[in-house]
């Protein structure tokens, strides 16, 4: 029940494995490495500029000993200007040393290539340094997979608005080097949630040591003043991490302050808080993600200082806009307007298996705070996000929902139509784009993929929800939905098997799923609830998922739905037969990953099938905590609440890698998640993702080139890089974030960790 991965193809425009600049001397003790001759030639300008050429659009300078060119403004990808040579060999095992010169005034980022030469561009090095005006000199290794004699250097310098002076001189690729060996910065052995903890909750840490028995533990405030101290509990080798490790429970610390810090084993832990105030921003930061995401509409500085963007897909040149879009050949002979929406990640495509999971967690959120004893819907009122719609009287959290609603809708096939009432599978390039490149920018002609049962299960399954949350607000709109959700409902029973196919990859991710039973009984439980029609109860009682233990140690996902249907009819109120035994189940499943956080020592609710972590392993995890905290709210128990409290540490630093996987929230934090658009590590105009967004996390199956040449052997936590290229460990996405949002919704309303549970 893991998620699958999306696929990126290896193109050129698609960055792929950049490794940092490293240093090359061999240590004491290191094997030698003869050096091997140099492949490039004239890399140092000495006569002139051949063979290198350029694009058409500079003009290629050696008279002062670099090569020069005066880069042009108003380009949109790295590859609309480059400066390269051909011909280059490579031999497939031999680990190169590339290594050059480079500056540019002003100040910018530049992509330097190694790379087959012709269609699919598949690169063997891309690196990104950051260029200034004095200059400086990058190295860099990697080995290389082919036998190849004609690779490609080059220098990808395109995309910037203004216009740029770039100098490049003894360039230089030699054979030979020893291989870099890639070790990340952990800091200390001491790891904590380096956000904080509530006064009256769990606080837990773990520490990295040799030692077998117990240690010594202090807990020191903001002055330095020792306020509690204890022993930690030896856990022997964690398998994920591959690390010894022993626990430090201090939780019986309550009082609430800034700057504490955890002593042991000689190290002091990053510092962190003791209060609730963190996860009241947490809760708003994660839902105001989804404005900056948005497609069809310009994003606005006033609202979102340092994001502002024009609107992207709206029909302006060189962008063809979500307006009319046709079918991809064979398909359908109609066109429709899909236009707004969120983008889906860090691409420009949108899909609506991605697209439902996120907006039903994003209304399910709404909808606990108003069922829920502990719940605070007056913290998602008008006016709490900061969006466009603010100051309308509906719920900002509603506003936000609908705006991927209306996109769902537009995705539904007309009245008339063959497969009429079913729902596109998704709508993306024709071709992949690189990075950066902001939505306006998109140059790409859009297609409208066919139809899916599994889309048009998810529209009927939000759409009927949104019939009921909307309805105090505008029956008009929920009455829309409704309709739209029945007629959903019968395209998909009349089409049952009508499959997403794992080849249809190019330009935007495939989302295939041949198994669509999760989709019928969630689809099935959200009509259920809104209308208590006879065929959706008779449905969800004779499917076998209702009775099934849905609660898979790795979580639910896009692909694996059921639990959202058995989370629903948990907890709104309804009349099903057998709901006592539906609500019981929760408190079964969540027993269940309270036994994984036990068993683990960083307390994560995760244990996936032969320990391989999957794409997204982040969102598995939050998707097994909303379980968690919704047996909370059914039973009162107190042990499911901690178990919520003890897995948000794990995603705020205490891990493996002892960093925070949400940006801005902690000392040392994901924050070059995967984007083209919130790409500040490739273009310094840009800016990185804004506070509140999740990274994918760790995954073992390392499906991009920079993870597999620097994570290669990895133990699970550690299959984990924050840079843009590494697209399968650190992309973003907006059902990722929609569960960080749900769960920091249930935290934040925990105050100060002594509030009552239980549904109203």
């Given at each position: 029940m893991s998620q699958r991965p999306r696929w990126r193809a290896p193109l050129a425009a698609v960055a792929t494995a950049t490794l940092a600049a490293t240093t090359l001397a061999a240590g004491p003790g290191s094997p030698a490495y003869a050096e091997g001759p140099e492949q490039i030639v004239n890399g140092s300008f000495d006569d002139g500029y051949a063979p290198w050429w350029g694009t058409a659009n500079?003009?290629?300078?050696a008279s002062s000993g670099q090569l020069c060119a005066d880069i042009p403004g108003g380009t949109v990808n790295p590859w609309d200007v480059i400066i390269g040579q051909n011909d280059i060999p490579l031999l497939a095992g031999e680990t190169y040393r590339f290594s050059f010169f480079g500056s540019a005034d002003p100040g910018r980022v530049a992509k330097a290539l190694v790379q087959l030469p012709v269609d699919p561009y598949t690169q063997y090095l891309a690196a990104n340094p950051s260029l200034d005006a004095a200059g400086d000199t990058y190295a860099y290794t990697f080995t290389s997979p082919v036998d190849l004699p004609d690779a490609q250097v080059v220098f990808q310098v395109g995309g910037s608005t203004a216009p740029w002076r770039l100098c490049i001189d003894d360039v230089s690729l030699t054979g030979g080097a020893p291989p870099e060996v890639y070790v990340p910065d952990t800091g200390p052995r001491v790891r904590v949630n380096q956000v904080g903890y509530l006064p009256k909750g769990p606080k837990n840490a773990t520490v990295v040591t040799d030692a077998t028995d117990p240690l010594p533990w202090e807990l020191h405030n903001a002055g330095g003043?020792?306020?509690?101290?204890?022993?930690?509990?030896?856990?022997?080798?964690?398998?994920?991490?591959?690390?010894?490790?022993?626990?430090?429970?201090f939780g019986r610390y309550t009082r609430a302050g800034t700057g504490y810090t955890l002593v042991?084993?000689?190290?002091?832990?990053?510092?962190?808080?003791?209060?609730?105030?963190?996860?009241?921003k947490l809760r708003?930061?994660?839902?105001?993600?989804?404005?900056?995401?948005?497609?069809?509409?310009a994003i606005s500085d006033d609202l979102r200082p340092g994001y502002a963007r024009p609107a992207g897909h709206v029909g302006v040149a060189p962008n063809q806009g979500d307006t009319d879009v046709p079918c991809q050949p064979g398909v359908c002979d109609y066109s429709l307007d899909v236009s707004g929406g969120w983008y889906d990640a860090g691409d420009h495509g949108k899909y609506v298996v991605n697209g439902g999971i996120a907006v039903h967690q994003m209304m399910s959120e709404y909808e606990r705070s108003v069922l829920a004893r502990t719940g605070e819907p007056w913290k998602l009122w008008d006016g709490s996000l900061d969006i466009p719609e603010s100051g309308n009287r509906v719920p900002d959290i509603l506003d936000e929902a609908r705006w991927e609603q209306e996109f769902l809708l537009k995705m539904q096939v007309p009245a008339g139509q063959p497969l009429a009432g079913m729902a596109h599978h998704k709508i993306h390039d024709a071709a992949w784009t690189g990075l950066p490149l902001l939505p306006d920018q998109d140059p790409q002609p859009r297609e409208l993929h066919a139809p899916s049962t599994a889309a048009t299960l998810n529209l009927a399954a939000t759409a009927a929800q949104a019939a009921r949350v909307f309805l105090p607000y505008d029956p008009a709109f929920a009455a829309r939905n409704l309709k739209a959700a029945k007629a959903a409902w019968a395209a998909a029973k009349a089409h049952p098997a009508v499959y997403a196919t794992g080849a249809d990859s190019n330009g935007g991710g495939a989302y295939d799923d041949s198994n669509v039973a999760?989709?019928?009984?969630?689809?099935?439980?959200?009509?259920?609830?809104?209308?208590?029609?006879?065929?959706?109860?008779?449905?969800?009682?004779?499917?076998?998922?209702?009775?099934?233990?849905?609660?898979?140690?790795?979580?639910?996902?896009?692909?694996?739905v059921a639990a959202l249907g058995r989370l629903d009819l948990a907890r709104i109120p309804n009349a099903l037969p057998d709901r006592a035994r539906v609500r019981a189940s929760?408190?079964?499943?969540?027993?269940?990953?309270?036994?994984?956080?036990?068993?683990?020592?960083?307390?994560?609710?995760?244990?996936?099938?032969?320990?391989?972590?999957?794409?997204?392993?982040?969102?598995?995890?939050?998707?097994?905590?909303?379980?968690?905290?919704?047996?909370?709210?059914?039973?009162?128990?107190?042990?499911y609440r901690t178990g919520v409290l003890e897995s948000m540490d794990y995603l705020l630093g205490r891990n493996a890698l002892n960093q925070s996987y949400i940006t801005g929230y902690g000392e040392v934090a994901s924050h070059n998640q995967h984007s083209r658009w919130f790409a500040h590590e490739l273009n310094a105009e840009l800016p990185n993702p804004p506070a509140g967004t999740l990274a994918g996390g760790a995954n073992s199956a390392l499906q991009d080139p920079l993870a597999q040449q620097k994570l290669a052997g990895c133990a699970p936590?550690?299959?984990?890089?924050?840079?843009?290229?590494?697209?399968?460990?650190?992309?973003?996405?907006?059902?990722w974030n929609s569960a960080l949002a749900w769960v920091a919704g249930f935290v934040a309303d925990q105050d100060n960790g002594d509030a009552r549970g239980r549904l109203r």
């Open positions: 500079i003009t290629l300078d003043a020792v306020v509690a101290r204890g022993s930690s509990t030896p856990r022997g080798v964690d398998a994920s991490s591959g690390q010894n490790v022993q626990s430090i429970d042991a084993d000689g190290e002091t832990s990053r510092p962190f808080d003791i209060g609730s105030d963190f996860y009241e708003a930061d994660s839902l105001k993600f989804y404005y900056p995401q948005r497609s069809g509409i999760d989709e019928f009984y969630w689809a099935a439980a959200e009509l259920y609830l809104s209308t208590g029609g006879r065929e959706f109860r008779d449905h969800l009682l004779g499917s076998p998922l209702h009775t099934a233990d849905i609660w898979a140690p790795d979580g639910f996902s896009w692909q694996s929760v408190a079964q499943g969540a027993d269940r990953y309270l036994g994984i956080i036990a068993d683990s020592p960083y307390g994560v609710p995760y244990a996936p099938p032969g320990n391989q972590w999957a794409w997204g392993s982040n969102s598995s995890i939050l998707n097994n905590v909303e379980v968690l905290a919704t047996a909370y709210d059914l039973t009162g128990a107190e042990k936590q550690f299959c984990y890089i924050d840079d843009i290229e590494s697209y399968s460990t650190n992309e973003l996405a907006i059902n």
